[in-house]
């Protein structure tokens, strides 16, 4: 009897399906969450859930407008772009910005593409930014902590920088104003912790994402080279959300370990000229969407030699 099978690449596979990294993906957002339910309050649980609701049936309809299987809703991916977008948004955004943020995030930034696996750009970057450009109002609205004495901000940490009062423990716990998932490190760094042990993501992207970042914040961000508090620019803002759970998607960054990070300094540099030079106090989101686009180019370039080849 032959026990043999022949069969196309791969013939070394692991248990994990895309199902199942889309869903340790959310669970290792779920302290975030949690933590901004709890700093903010309700108004949080809101924009989470509606930011959900509306990726999935966004896609839903799309794939049946496409006369794809509906059932491909199911992989999870939808659920992690609905969870991301709204963890990019401030707390007491209006619903029907919510709609139009997951519509645009899952039509434009995945389905058009021919979805998931096809997309270039991280689908919910994609719905943040555009709700940025056309809202910049709403966007820029902020709540305070709901134990602050004042219910809104006027500004976050990274706005107010020049004048802060915050402490680095404020920072680190989300003690302040700002989008719903990027306010409490702590929560942050457990979920990376996750991601990590379990081998979903690896180190380079993030690590030469923040430590890019921190490192010419530190030469270029205070009086006089050398003097900038790279710590502050590590704790405020979406860098951590950034760099461990968006610049790490699969579809959207490089294969290679040079390639990813290469990309990571790239998103570093980008987002530490945007924050430090530019209009806008943050500039993790576009900084992540421009290197996107090179990603091609930089697995182009850092491919690895095939096995036997000899030049």
């Known amino acids: 009897m032959n026990n043999?099978?022949?069969?196309?690449?791969?013939?070394i596979t692991s248990g994990q399906t895309t199902q199942k990294i889309m869903f340790k993906v959310v669970l290792a957002l779920l302290p975030a969450g949690l933590a901004g339910i709890?700093?903010?309050?309700?108004?949080?649980?809101?924009?989470?859930?509606?930011?959900?609701?509306?990726?999935?049936?966004?896609?839903?309809?799309f794939l049946k407008l496409r006369k794809r299987d509906p059932k491909a809703v199911l992989d999870g991916s939808a659920l992690l772009t609905g969870l991301l977008l709204a963890y990019?948004?401030?707390?007491?955004?209006p619903f029907w910005l919510l709609v139009v943020g997951g519509c645009v995030s899952i039509v434009i930034g995945k389905q058009l593409f021919g979805g998931l696996g096809h997309n270039i750009f991280n689908p919910a970057l994609v719905?943040?930014?555009f709700l940025h450009i056309s809202w910049p109002l709403y966007m820029t609205t902020w709540k305070?902590?709901?134990?602050?004495?004042?219910?809104?901000s006027t500004a976050t940490p990274l706005a107010n920088e020049g004048a802060r009062g915050f402490t680095y423990m404020d920072l680190f716990l989300g003690n302040h104003g700002g989008c719903i998932g990027e306010v409490c490190i702590a929560a942050l760094l457990i979920g990376a912790a996750f991601l990590i042990f379990t081998k979903?993501?690896?180190?380079?992207?993030?690590v030469s994402f923040m430590g890019t970042a921190m490192f010419l914040a530190w030469i270029f961000g205070g009086d006089g080279f050398f003097n900038g508090d790279f710590i502050f620019h590590l704790l405020a803002g979406g860098l951590v959300l950034g760099a461990f759970f968006m610049a790490t998607d699969y579809v959207t960054r490089p294969l290679t370990k040079m390639g990813k990070i290469i990309f990571g300094i790239g998103c570093g540099v980008l987002t530490a000229?945007?924050?430090?030079?530019?209009?806008?106090p943050e500039g993790v989101s576009y900084?992540?969407?421009?290197?996107?686009?090179?990603?091609?180019l930089i697995d182009r370039y850092t491919k690895t030699r095939k096995y036997g080849f000899v030049k």
């Not at 043999?4 to 013939?11: C, Q």
């Not at 305070?144 to 809104?152: F, G, I, L, Q, S």
């Not at 000229?273 to 806008?280: A, C, F, P, T």
Request: aromatic letters at 8%; glycine letters at 4%.
């Open 4 to 11: 043999l099978t022949v069969s196309p690449a791969p013939h």
């Open 38 to 61: 709890y700093i903010f309050g309700l108004s949080s649980l809101r924009v989470i859930l509606i930011s959900i609701v509306s990726c999935v049936m966004s896609e839903a309809i």
């Open 88 to 93: 990019n948004l401030p707390p007491e955004i």
């Open 127 to 129: 719905g943040r930014v």
């Open 144 to 152: 305070n902590p709901r134990w602050a004495v004042d219910a809104v």
């Open 200 to 206: 979903i993501i690896s180190w380079h992207i993030p």
């Open 273 to 280: 000229v945007i924050r430090l030079n530019g209009s806008y």
């Open 287 to 296: 900084a992540i969407l421009f290197m996107n686009a090179m990603v091609p």
